[in-house]
Nanobody, 128 residues
Framework: QVQLVESGGGLVQAGGSLRLSCAASGRTFSTYAMGWFRQAPGKEREFVAAIRWSDGRTYYADSVKGRFTISRDNAKNTVYLQMNSLKPEDTAVYYC?????????????????????WGPGTQVTVSS
């Protein structure tokens, strides 16, 4: 099992930037990918971005492509989400997730069930 703790959330004005961090501990050697999801009030949790641990390949939701960047620091077992040009609709609780199961050709890394470990989340609020 991998333990995850997010940080870096807060209140920012529209057009501003935030960088989220997710520190992993525990069985981090078995991590194949990590992802970011978000959940706004009254809405389902949705995919934001993901990164494969082995080669750094990244995946993004269309709604954040070009504005958000996911990256990793293997030595620190940490994944980051740089969020620029924030919009009020980006307001949500952001969750970090880890996948410790081998990635198959059918794995998109964009679904909740692609991940087995989750952090408690960090609130991001973008004011207009």
């Amino acid at each position: 099992q991998v333990q995850l703790v997010e940080s870096g959330g807060g209140l920012v004005q529209a057009g501003g930037s935030l960088r989220l961090s997710c520190a992993a501990s525990g069985r981090t050697f078995s991590t194949y990918a990590m992802g970011w999801f978000r959940q706004a009030p009254g809405k389902e949790r949705e995919f934001v971005a993901a990164i494969r641990w082995s080669d750094g390949r990244t995946y993004y939701a269309d709604s954040v492509k070009g504005r958000f960047t996911i990256s990793r620091d293997n030595a620190k077992n940490t994944v980051y989400l740089q969020m620029n040009s924030l919009k009020p609709e980006d307001t949500a609780v952001y969750y970090c997730a880890a996948r410790t199961v081998f990635i198959t050709y059918t794995t998109t890394l964009k679904n909740l069930h692609d991940y087995g470990d989750w952090g408690p989340g960090t609130q991001v609020t973008v004011s207009s």
